[in-house]
């Protein structure tokens, strides 16, 4: 008689802390995904060089805590609220195109040799090494299964992949993600057009111009008067380069402008790790300067200070 007594009882008790789990996952869920933009207000906003948000492209995805340049990587970053992610590409030996940094395999997976010397078969036997260099259960993926997985979520940066492009705009073209995607090269407008005119009006292109070259406000004229890119990234190791004033006015003429707080010669010592200890020291100072791109190998903290002065959603 206990016995059926106390059956019914479980199973209630059972039943009630099962809907009350319900209830409690459902008050999370909005939080996690309050700070998810939109893809076409992220291209909105990264089309716009007067908007005040700023937009935060994550290095080689959240490398911090995924292998870098992994789909877990870059998941991170989506459901994070991360506007850009930056990837690096390579063609593998049967002409296939697959996430990596490095033309060689040594430092990122469990194998050793040139991306160029495997095929796509034999990296996919392979595992991804994490930030500490030990070895994951993440596999090397390849470009088009990046793109699916970001589609329709954020934008992405395709770098090292000027002398590829031709493949790596099919492969865009597949999977139907060319309208969120920016590529860049440090090269001249007549180079540019030279080498990759017929695709300046399909995908975004972003001159990268280092302001230690003497050439460098020539350059950044010749784009503004006869091209008007939908933004600048610029590189210095040194705050001597009077462009570095010019930000605001730049913007005002209908291009954003990006840079790398990544490590201290792409940036005159205004860096991530400098920022754990004092974000409004570094990136405040890029506010401040006029900054509103800003690709980070930190893209939590960014996002955190960002949002609490009122800058990204």
């Known amino acids: 008689m206990i016995?059926?007594?106390?059956?019914?009882?479980?199973?209630?008790?059972?039943?009630?802390?099962?809907?009350?789990?319900k209830k409690q996952v459902k008050n999370i869920e909005p939080s996690v995904?309050?700070?998810v933009q939109t893809l076409d207000k992220i291209i909105s906003n990264?089309?716009?060089?007067?908007?005040?948000?700023v937009i935060v492209v994550s290095h080689r995805g959240d490398w911090r805590n995924a292998p870098e340049n992994s789909l877990q990587a870059i998941q991170n970053c989506i459901d994070m609220g991360v506007d850009m992610v930056e990837i690096d590409i390579h063609k593998t030996k049967d002409g296939k195109l697959v996430l990596m940094h490095d033309k060689t395999i040594d430092r990122t997976t469990t194998g050793k040799g040139l991306v160029s010397e495997w095929?796509?078969?034999?990296?996919?036997?392979?595992?991804?090494?994490?930030?500490?260099?030990h070895p994951t259960h993440h596999k090397i993926p390849t470009l088009e299964e990046a793109m699916l997985l970001v589609k329709g979520k954020a934008m992405i940066n395709l770098d090292k992949c000027y002398d590829y492009f031709d493949d790596a705009y099919s492969v865009l073209v597949k999977t139907g993600t060319e309208?969120?995607?920016?590529?860049?090269?440090?090269?001249?407008?007549?180079?540019?057009?030279?080498?990759?005119g017929e695709y300046l009006d399909k995908v975004l292109f972003m001159p990268v111009v280092v302001l230690d070259n003497p050439?460098?406000?020539?350059?950044?004229?010749?784009?503004?008067?006869?091209f008007k890119p939908v933004a600048f990234e610029f590189v210095f190791k040194d705050e001597s380069s009077t462009v570095l004033n010019s930000f605001k006015s730049i913007r005002e003429r209908g291009s954003g402008i990006w840079v790398?707080?990544?490590?201290?010669?792409?940036?005159?010592g205004y860096e991530d790790d400098m920022a754990v200890?004092?974000?409004?020291?570094?990136?405040?100072?890029y506010v401040n300067k006029g900054v509103n791109i800003i690709q980070t190998d930190r893209p939590k903290l960014l996002l955190d200070y960002l949002r609490s002065k009122g800058l990204h959603n």
């Open 3 to 21: 016995k059926k007594i106390i059956k019914p009882l479980l199973l209630v008790v059972i039943m009630f802390q099962f809907q009350s789990c």
């Open 33 to 35: 995904s309050a700070n």
């Open 46 to 53: 990264f089309k716009d060089s007067n908007r005040n948000d």
């Open 119 to 133: 095929t796509l078969d034999s990296l996919k036997t392979l595992f991804l090494r994490n930030g500490a260099n």
């Open 179 to 196: 309208g969120q995607v920016v590529i860049k090269g440090n090269v001249t407008l007549s180079q540019v057009k030279e080498e990759f």
């Open 215 to 226: 050439e460098s406000e020539k350059i950044i004229t010749d784009y503004l008067e006869n």
């Open 260 to 268: 790398n707080s990544l490590w201290e010669s792409l940036n005159a």
């Open 277 to 285: 200890i004092n974000p409004d020291s570094i990136y405040g100072w």
